[in-house]
């Protein structure tokens, strides 16, 4: 039926805590549009049943009449209903193996996937997502894995009191606790043997501005990559602040030829014709922030081939930790191999042997890589990711989805990110096939 919303729990993981939508959110949908919504009860969301409940939802086990249901991670293949409209990070437009079964699943079954990675204004820039609060808990947790690798080493520091980012009540109160943190530095100053204290942010996007904003908290300087040579080689440095450097694509690499100038729109059509130069900046920096967009043509930031070369010149180089936000597997930070969990949320990653080892004890940089960090914060995510989707609802509601695509009438900016839809790849996303044909036959011909 047109004109429902379905909310469906969130499964794929129990420890997931957010929703596309709050309960305010939910009642205004109601009130403001006359549209009627349905929530999946979850008892792990951040939100209780009855919140929505008095928003004037009805809460059910079954979203068989809704026209479009909203969830946010990825969907166990199990509970994806036949010839039903869903929204949800899909995290398949990289042809990423693990969620390539559940994408042909939707299209055997004829259902329609709309992504949210892919909802863009008319300049491609993304108009909905968690990426600010990734960010923000990102550099929370590297500075609560910074701190404990620093005890381990016998220095003791501010960042020590850090907590890891689901511990604080709120976003608000890890903020504060920051500051408090930041107000320390600057009146104690920093274990002479980690000045200065360097982190750099790889990216300037909403998950490097949210991971700033917390590191921003502390009392800073910042200097440019083209400095970071000169500040270690004039010491005009102080241990009553930290230090940070952004670096944009024009630092991290270089053309090949040196005829050729960096030109961005050259690098991101031809990245074949760039090389990285990011190892020169790795040898002063004390944590790396990685919050950049990668895909496999493009120069790595940090091998495993210049670790070695690192680890072995000095026993204990500067850096401690790589809060590796973007979480691709062996992707621009090829170090990180495996994503951590709730219990397991850190690992050192040994150059020599390339074995990992949980917590941050060993030779070797401390690697965060969660992927679902806004998780952390997730009442003011929640909020913030409904605040950018509300004002698409009542042309979605009013959508029929059993159209063909090309009578599809969504909003432009959701009709482009229509991955799947009866049964078929949409013309944008048909590059998925041949990833499609040859993952699945891979697995038949392992009997998964």
Known sequence: MLGIIGIRKEDKDIAERRAPL???????LIDKYDLDV?????????YANGEYESAGAVISEKLDDCNIIFGVKEIPIERILSGKTYCFFSHTIKGQPNNIPMLQHILNIRSTLIDYEKITDANGRRLIFFGRFAGAAGMVRSLWAFGQRLLWEGITTPFAKVKRAYEYNSLEEAKNAIKEIGEEIGNGGLHQTI???????????????????????LPYREISPEQLQEVFLQRDFSNNYVYKVVFREKDIVIPVSLNQPFELLDYYQHPHKYQSRFSTYIPFLSILINAIYWESHYPRLVTVEYLKKLFEANKQPRLRVIGDISCDIKGSVECTVEIGDFDKPVYVFDPKSEKIQYGWEGTGPVILALDRLPNEFAKEATESFGEAILPFFPELASCDFNQPFDQLVPPDEFKKAIIAHQGELTPSFRYLDSILREICVDRLDKGN
């Open 38 to 46: 349905v929530v999946e009860p979850a008892e792990n969301r951040i």
């Open 22 to 28: 709050s309960p305010p959110q939910v009642k205004m």
């Open 195 to 217: 000045v200065p204290l360097i982190c750099g942010f790889a990216g300037y996007g909403n998950v490097s501005i949210g991971a700033q904003e917390i590191y921003n908290l």
